[in-house]
């Protein structure tokens, strides 16, 4: 079965929230849902929301916590100190924000559980059995316990999630360097390697790391942002990329 990828690919490095699961949705839930109690908080009723719209996708998406929560809080003119990854939620700073949003995630997690996309399965299936290698390269902290409840985990080889690249000192996304560093663990060349992302940030990694293709995965309707910051092609299913030849 044909995987509508260049010839010469031999691994697939892929995205977790929005491109194997239906978990961006819960992030960017949760996001809007801290920072509008937050700037509640801080200027009352009048607020101006988190737009999940522009400010998720501009800020957030894709990126680490601390650094999607710093974003954010810039972009209104908020400075907080980054405080400890270990601060608890109801600290006023960037980590214990980040905190807060996390309790929500786990929440959701928790009694929702996790949906994954159909179509994704199956495109790993076929992954699978044309024996390319698989690496997922996650901005999120939550990725091994997501792989593992959804029981994904079985196609993958690698991970390079958030905790790995603290540990590395990675740069991270829009920063290639998380995607090189799943390339590097499934011992194969960047040009060998394609990668799959739901987020701006992600594509803008994708593209600076020359990556054998960039496959963008448009789930909101954004094909012509994920084109513009770095996506060779656009599909909204994974599944798509397998009729394509
Ligand atoms: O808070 P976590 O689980 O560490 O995730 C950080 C980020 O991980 C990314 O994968 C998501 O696109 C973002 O929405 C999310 O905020």
Known sequence: MSLGLPDGVRACLF????????????????????????????????????????????????????DGTRAF??????????????????????????????????????????????GSVRYLEAVHAAGLRVAVVSSSANTAQVLQVTGLDKYVEARVDAQAATA???????????????ALRLDVRPGEAAVFEDAIAGVQAGHAGHFAI????????????LREHGADTVVTDLEQLLETR
């Open 73 to 118: 809080l810039e972009s209104r003119g908020i400075h907080l100190p980054d405080g400890e990854p270990d601060d608890p939620p109801s600290a006023e700073t960037v980590n214990g924000l980040g905190n807060r949003k996390n309790d929500l995630v786990q929440q959701v997690i928790a009694t929702e559980g996790v949906t994954v996309y159909p």
């Open 168 to 182: 590395a000192g990675l740069a991270g996304k829009p920063a290639p360097d998380t995607f090189l560093e799943g």
């Open 15 to 66: 995205d977790l929230d929005g491109v194997l699961t239906d978990t961006a949705s819960v992030h960017a839930a949760a996001w809007k849902k801290m920072f509008d109690d937050y700037l509640r908080s801080r200027d009352g009723d009048g607020f101006t929301p988190f737009d999940i719209a522009s400010d998720y996708p501009r800020y957030v998406d894709g990126r680490r916590r601390p």
């Open 214 to 225: 960039v496959v963008g995965v448009d789930r909101v309707g954004h094909a012509d942002a």
